[in-house]
């Protein structure tokens, strides 16, 4: 695509030309000089023959004399006229004169008229310099859509994976764009517009354009918060115009990301109750009933946020079609990690199903910057092919933090966080239902991580029973359970651990009706959305008693208490293989699940603690 040459005015021309400008009046001035002497001095010249010529003004007379000195050489001069009867004079000395009437109109229209050229022209550049950065007040009706033309967008659904049923979904709007008949033979009708909700990152825009791209229209990108302006009525006047220039480019589609930045329920927004951005809601909703998606004129929108939105914007006929995209599974890792691998140009052998598990609950903008990490570690690293080693560590800095190998630990310190980490691992590992280990690091990592015990799933869970969820307690609790077996003393390592041993419990009582004495009763208070009528609230201040309170209090902390006991049981039976495995874990820094699973194996069947590292 050919880019408009745009030339780009410099202070420094104005700069160079009044230096050229100077130069020449000094050079001329040079060449021109004229004197300015006395009358007195004219008259004593004129009677002594120094005068040539000369020519008389009302006010002043100027001509040629000849200079003092040997040369003789005749100069310009100029005097005040005091004497009305200086042609007397000059004809009883024989001096060549002529006599003109001074003009002083060109003169008195220049003084005025280039200092307004000279303002004009600086308010014009200054201008036109503004109104290339912002719009003007003609263009601010106008809406900041991006058109991308059909053979500009470049995308089809060969490049959306990982999404299936959403992509079934809009097969059929490209299908009604291409061909139209085949739905208006049946009488039905395309729906007015498309809502794709899913959380960040899950490619909701990427679907919008490759809807555009297969279909081959027009695409009108634009962004929610571009409607809002600084001027009361700005956003409805843009809203007017990017539907009135779709409708002159249909067939097309009409794209607004992040819908809920002027999509919010009204009757909310601020004390007046109808400010700019309820005007541009109204005008949106209006507009949307006002056209006929059978023109070929396809609406579609992206919000994170579905919560939040005005019950009128969802109604049937308006946005009557919510197509979820949601984070992919492990199949839709696959196939998105496949399309992302194909950029890379140097790839080893990769086991794309490994690194799908290693990668649950990331979207595909996470999986994206995944395979980037992988290929900047590779050159950092001076590899020949982007290897498994490299996503590996990908996986780590995205999920752990970037690895901090020169932060001084003290020895003991990094036995503390050595035995934490182990003990982490080995409840893990000797607990049904929890995920498998895959690395044990002390290298420090982040802002505050000192040591990261890596588990794996080996599949998308959904559900998780009550035993599992007890297990996970368990093994975030066996790090502290392990630093007060060895040390008798415990440390602020386990702060994070807590907190998430905590949450899981929390949640197992308030959310999931676990506890035995809380009973299965649903306790969690949810945020509201805004919209919701006063009939279809739920009560949220004073859900419980102060005493339910105390129960949930209660069974919180007796399932953490009951879940480290559980720990400490656990390390103390296994307490050889902590050792063991302490000494292998201070040496290399990391050490792989394997290790750990052999060690369990030799002592179940009751060989010597001696696994094979190499």
């Known amino acids: 695509m050919d880019m408009e040459k745009r030339h780009k005015v410099s202070i420094w021309y104005f700069v160079v030309g009044i230096w050229i400008v100077l130069i020449l009046q000094s050079y001329l001035a040079s060449t021109y000089v004229t004197k300015t002497i006395p009358y007195s001095e004219f008259l004593q010249n004129l009677k002594n023959g120094k005068i040539t010529e000369v020519s008389i003004t009302d006010k002043q007379i100027q001509g040629k004399m000849q200079s003092e000195g040997a040369s003789g050489k005749e100069v310009y001069f100029r005097t005040v006229r005091v004497d009305p009867d200086t ?12 006599a003109s009437i001074e003009s002083t109109f060109l003169r008195d229209i220049l003084s005025w008229t280039i200092p307004v050229f000279l303002f004009v022209g600086i308010w014009f550049f200054l201008m036109k310099r503004l109104s290339a950065q912002q719009p003007g007040f003609m263009t601010l009706g106008k809406n900041k859509s991006k058109v991308h033309k059909q053979e500009d967008v470049g995308v ?51 679907l919008a354009k490759a809807v555009a791209g297969e279909s081959q ?5 634009i962004s929610g918060s571009e409607f809002v302006e600084l001027f009361v009525g700005m956003g409805a006047a843009r809203v007017r115009d990017l539907f009135d220039q779709a409708n002159a480019n249909a067939p097309c589609i009409v794209f607004i990301d992040e819908l809920d930045a002027i999509g919010k329920a009204r009757g909310f927004g601020g004390i007046g109750g109808h400010d700019e951005r309820e005007q541009t809601l109204n005008q949106l909703l ?14 579609m929108a992206a919000t994170n946020r579905p919560e939040v ?17 949601d984070r992919p599974d492990k199949q839709g890792r696959i196939a998105i990690l496949q399309v992302h691998l194909k950029k890379i140009k140097k790839l080893g052998d990769i086991d794309i199903e490994e690194l799908a598990n290693m990668t649950p609950g990331m979207v595909g903008a996470d999986l994206a910057n995944l395979v980037n990490e992988a290929t900047l570690l590779t050159v950092r690293a001076r ?71 890596m588990q794996v799933p080996t599949e998308d869970r959904f559900l998780m029973t009550k035993t599992e969820l007890l297990g996970k307690v368990a093994s975030l609790l066996g790090g502290r359970a392990a630093e007060e077996m060895i040390f008798t003393d415990i440390s602020t390592g386990a702060h994070n651990d807590l907190a998430k041993a905590t949450d899981i419990a929390r949640s197992m009582v308030t959310e999931y009706g676990m506890g035995e004495k809380a009973g299965q009763v649903y306790y969690k208070q949810e945020p509201q959305a805004m919209f919701l009528q006063p009939e279809q609230r739920r009560n949220v201040s004073g859900d419980y008693s102060e005493k339910t309170a105390q129960v949930i209090d209660e069974e919180i902390r007796g399932i953490i208490e009951r879940q480290y006991t559980v720990a400490m049981k656990i390390l103390d ?8 495995a302490i000494t292998e874990l201070l040496e290399k820094e990391k050490i792989e699940g394997t290790y750990l699973e052999e060690l369990i194996k030799q002592r179940e069947a009751g060989e010597p603690l001696k696994a094979n590292t190499e």
């Open 286 to 299: 209006v507009e949307m009933d006002g056209f006929d998606p059978n023109v070929g004129v396809i609406l």
């Open 573 to 580: 039976e296994k307490r050889d293989i902590l050792e063991e």
């Open 87 to 98: 042609s007397e004079l000059l004809d009883k000395y024989q001096v060549n004169y002529s």
């Open 156 to 206: 089809s659904f060969e490049d959306v994976a990982g999404v299936d049923e959403a992509v079934a979904e809009l097969v059929e709007v490209t299908d009604f764009l291409k061909n139209p008949d085949k739905y208006l033979e049946f009488g039905g009708s395309l729906p007015k517009g498309i809502l794709l909700v899913g959380p960040p990152g899950t490619g909701k825009t990427l």
């Open 383 to 453: 590899k020949e092919k982007v290897e498994k080693e490299q996503f590996e560590e990908a996986v780590e800095r995205i999920v752990a933090g970037l690895e901090k190998k020169n932060r001084l630990i003290n020895p003991k310190e990094r036995e503390i966080v050595a035995y934490h980490e182990l003990g982490h691992a080995i409840v893990a590992l000797s607990l049904p239902g929890t995920d498998p280990v895959k690395k044990i690091t002390i290298v420090p990592r982040g802002i505050a991580a000192l040591g990261y015990t």
């Open 217 to 221: 229209v027009p695409f009108f990108s």
């Open 309 to 325: 939105l005005d019950p009128a914007l969802l109604r049937p006929g308006r946005f009557d079609r919510q197509v979820l995209v």
